[in-house]
């Protein structure tokens, strides 16, 4: 297969290329400050980098630079003034270019930055007791919290069976998905989603040419996982019912018989085992696998095919 892209379209890989050669995941997707929540068993002044906030329902919450450095947080209840020193610690961005795009040189990178260094998003105080403890809360959500969720399935590897060539792998980018979360659990929850995932030759939407025969997949599928929370790390395990399609482009065209084209679809029930990894507030960093065993409307109905992808996830909360 031969592919050409139009000048446009190559001008813009070329410097999407560029970026992401010289920066890494902390760079990329972390903001320069981070929010922290002090929490407080009583009410409370809390001074943070100057500015003085009262406890609103036990909570005062702060915007706060990204840095190496401890984080001076004091609090002031009655006569009592009260000084703790948060330490800092690696952002989950950092550790995720470990398992996904950067690697080595993106730990290089992101050793320059701030961004790497994060703070607690949940600080619990007692301010009237002596000590100068604080303790550090779990992020959890609450029972009965939804989240609405958007992401870009971007990078996908499909593994499918046609009868025309047997077994065929198409790798590619590109998709999109929504779904909801709904926490049954303060640390669980489930999942419903549906999904496109196509094997676009480019990240980005651009003009491209072909030369010569090329393969082409896509798959539409919907899922119903079960997940399990642990600070940033999300996994699950579910159902799945998909729409496989597999196309073979000819480039060739007989007057007599046509196109030599070949279009195959087929539907598919399966598993999916969505992993997730927490880099944002919102920003979700993802791999799912969707294993699938059934075609029901096939003359071979057991067969095996899957489908791999690296998934850009947004969640906003919608109801807590």
């Known amino acids: ?17 560029l970026g992401l050669t010289l920066t890494s995941c902390a760079t990329l997707f972390n903001k320069p400050a981070v929010r922290v929540d002090i929490h407080t068993k009583s ?24 840095s190496k450095k401890p984080l001076q947080v004091e609090s002031i209840a009655d ?3 009260k000084t703790y020193q948060v330490k800092s610690r690696l952002s989950p961005a950092f550790f995720s270019n470990v398992f996904f795009f950067y690697g080595v040189p ?40 939804l989240y609405l969720n958007l992401s870009i399935p971007e990078f996908n590897f499909m593994h499918q069976y ?8 198409n790798a590619g980018c590109m998709g999109i998905s929504g779904g909801l979360d709904y926490y049954y659990k303060p640390f669980q929850f489930v999942n419903f989603s549906g999904a496109i995932a196509l094997t676009y030759d480019a990240p980005i939407p651009m003009p491209l040419e072909y030369f010569g025969s090329y393969e082409t997949a896509n798959t539409k599928y919907v899922s119903f996982s079960n997940n399990h929370r642990f600070y940033f790390l999300s996994f699950g395990y579910g159902l799945s019912f998909s729409q496989n399609v597999w ?16 279009h195959k679809k087929n539907y598919a029930l399966g598993f999916v085992f969505p992993l997730y990894f927490k880099i944002g507030h919102v920003f979700n960093l993802g791999f799912i696998y969707r ?26 909360r919608v109801k807590r």
Not at 43 to 63: E, M, Q, W
Not at 291 to 316: I, R
């Open 43 to 66: 009410p409370a002044l809390i001074v943070v980098n100057k500015d003085t906030i009262p406890t609103n329902n036990g909570v005062a919450s702060f915007i706060v630079p990204r």
């Open 162 to 169: 046609t009868r025309y060539s047997g077994y065929v792998n």
């Open 106 to 145: 993106g730990v290089i990178i992101d050793g320059n930055s701030n961004k790497i260094f994060g703070y607690p998003e949940h600080i619990l105080l007692n301010p009237t007791d002596s000590k100068m403890n604080y303790k550090i809360m779990r992020n959890q959500s609450r029972k009965g919290e």
């Open 79 to 81: 006569t009592i003034s």
């Open 247 to 262: 196309n073979y482009n000819s480039g060739i065209f007989l007057e007599n018989f046509g196109s030599l084209d070949v």
């Open 291 to 316: 294993p699938s065993f059934y075609c029901p409307y096939s003359v071979q109905p057991f067969k095996y095919e899957h489908l791999m992808s690296v998934d850009f996830a947004w969640k906003f």
């Open 1 to 17: 297969m031969f592919v050409q892209f139009k000048v446009f379209g190559m001008k813009n890989l070329i410097i999407l290329c």
